[in-house]
């Protein structure tokens, strides 16, 4: 017997969501759609989903409901605006939050579908474009244990790190610690770049010697790279990274842990967005840095 998969509501078609719902076009599930741009719905409509007017009527229309959003307002107004999905929920629904928001928030999404009899994950993803486009991004995930099995055959699409991290909100709080891992990673490969050229010193040699040891890492495989290259299209932009870093240090605050060089990083985080690099990649962060020493990495 051929099994029937649910059908899957995916609110949110950025650089992230978009590939993602098309990898689950692709393994077979049906989809309805929802993103502000409606012309990001209509190119997904020619690949075989269903177009939605607002979440409330995603949410209507699936068994299974995605969202994949910028920030915790945005995540906020689709759960629980007007037309939003917790108007139209049932005790049947599973609603899966792919965002990088605050455990706060997903806490209180958890708490309102359990109210409904409806189950929630928050399940934040590491990996980037690249990692969306090919499948094989880190979920990791907040919940019951039941919701995590009701989910997994849609996180095998979609990931190839899965894990599932404990009760709502442990999926959001993996999230903030990955976030603060790469965003200082960025700045120290950028210090050791810097310094190398500064030095007279060939930085795509140092590079190559540090992939060798134990300072290696896929930041400085792929973001060492970039900024070599002088490439800085996102992948992911400074201005999101910025946002997860202040989710980090929120939730750093509330539970009492000091987090110094997370809110340096953070601060030079919000110097390049003032300065209109806010919808560069996060590996600009290199190029920053080249900038303070008054040279330009090659």
Known sequence: MTEVKPRIGFIGLGIMGRPMAENLLRAGYPLVAYNRSSDKVAALVEEGAQAA????????????????????????????????????????????????????????????????????????????????????????????????????????????????????????????????????????????????????VDPAKV?????????????????????????FEPGFRIRLHRKDLHIALDTAQSQGVSTPVTALVHDMMNSLVAHGYGDEDHSYLIAELAGRANIELS
């Open 53 to 200: 007017e607002n979440p409330a009527q995603v949410a209507e229309r699936s068994d299974v409901v995605i969202t994949m959003l910028p920030d915790t307002p945005d995540v906020g107004e689709v759960y629980f605006g007007s037309q939003g999905i917790m108007t139209r929920i049932r005790p049947d629904h599973l609603l899966i939050d792919m965002s990088t928001v605050s455990p706060a928030m997903a806490r209180r999404i958890f708490a309102n579908a359990e109210a409904h009899g409806a189950e929630s994950l928050d399940a934040p993803v590491s990996g980037g474009d690249v990692g969306a486009k090919a499948g094989t991004l880190s979920i990791m995930v907040g919940g019951s244990q039941p919701a995590f099995a009701r989910a997994e055959p849609i996180f095998q699409v979609l990931g190839k790190s899965i894990l599932h991290m404990g009760a709502s909100g442990a999926g959001q709080v993996t999230k903030a610690c990955n976030q603060i891992v790469v965003a200082l990673t960025i700045e120290a490969v950028g210090e050791a770049l810097v310094l190398a050229q500064r030095s007279g």
């Open 207 to 231: 590079r190559e010697a540090l992939l060798g040891g134990f300072a290696q890492s896929r930041v400085l495989e792929v973001h060492g790279q970039r900024a070599l290259e002088g490439r």
